[in-house]
């Protein structure tokens, strides 16, 4: 009998984080080319096809991790990596969907600068996943996670700005501010959900070096 291959959850990892920056790349292209709501579907459609391409990366994980007699690192970290990967996507797929849900009849000037925002984090994230499974001897992997939490404060200071910015120029219509609101709660959110990602794995470096 041939050699069994040994999963990479490594390479697993990576392939969710690049999904990640393909989905806000997503959502950068769905908020420059915004029209109106119904219009929305395509990009749903392709967004899904991402989260779903994610469910199916965190299965294989996941059943592989609860056979394998030896991970790289403790099974419960590659757990709690695999779900906050899938949460990056899941976010980012969330805000395309409200759009929609929530019948925006405008794109708000800041949406593309908050979107590429995340888009950065994303790609901070991706570039950091891509050294991970070097921590242990990488002179750049804590640079790296730096950069996904330099995202995450910009994204902080931009929420406050927009948010203040909807009660004070548009509190005449508390529908907008309402609507918008959440909007950005579920952008920033996204930014988040990346410096968690970033922080599983500085946990996962503190705990084996």
């Known amino acids: ?50 989260e779903h391409e994610g469910d199916l990366i965190n299965h294989e994980i996941f059943k592989t991790v609860a056979t394998d007699f030896i991970t790289p690192v403790d099974r419960e970290d590659i757990i709690e990596m695999s ?58 992997f804590k640079s790296l996670i730096v950069k996904v939490h330099d995202h995450e404060e910009q994204a902080d200071q931009l929420y406050i700005k927009v948010i203040r910015q909807l009660h004070v120029e548009d509190r005449e219509n508390p529908m907008r501010v309402l609507v918008w609101s959440k909007l950005f709660d579920s952008m920033e959110a996204c930014c988040d959900a990346c410096e968690r990602a970033s922080d599983v794995m500085s946990t996962i470096m503190l705990k084996n070096v």
């Open 83 to 140: 779900q906050a990967l899938d949460d990056i996507v899941d976010d980012i797929e969330d805000v395309m969907q409200h759009f929609y849900m929530y019948d925006v009849h405008f794109m708000h000037p800041q949406a593309i600068e908050f979107a590429k925002l995340i888009k950065g984090s994303c790609e901070a994230l991706d570039d950091a996943m891509c050294d991970f499974r070097n921590f242990k001897k990488s002179k750049s």
């Open 1 to 50: 009998m041939g050699k069994k291959h040994k999963f990479d959850y490594f390479d697993a990892f990576e392939k969710h984080s690049r999904l990640a920056v393909a989905e806000a790349k997503l959502l950068v292209e769905t908020i420059e080319q915004f029209t109106e709501a119904s219009a929305l579907h395509d990009n749903m459609q392709k967004a899904h096809e991402l």
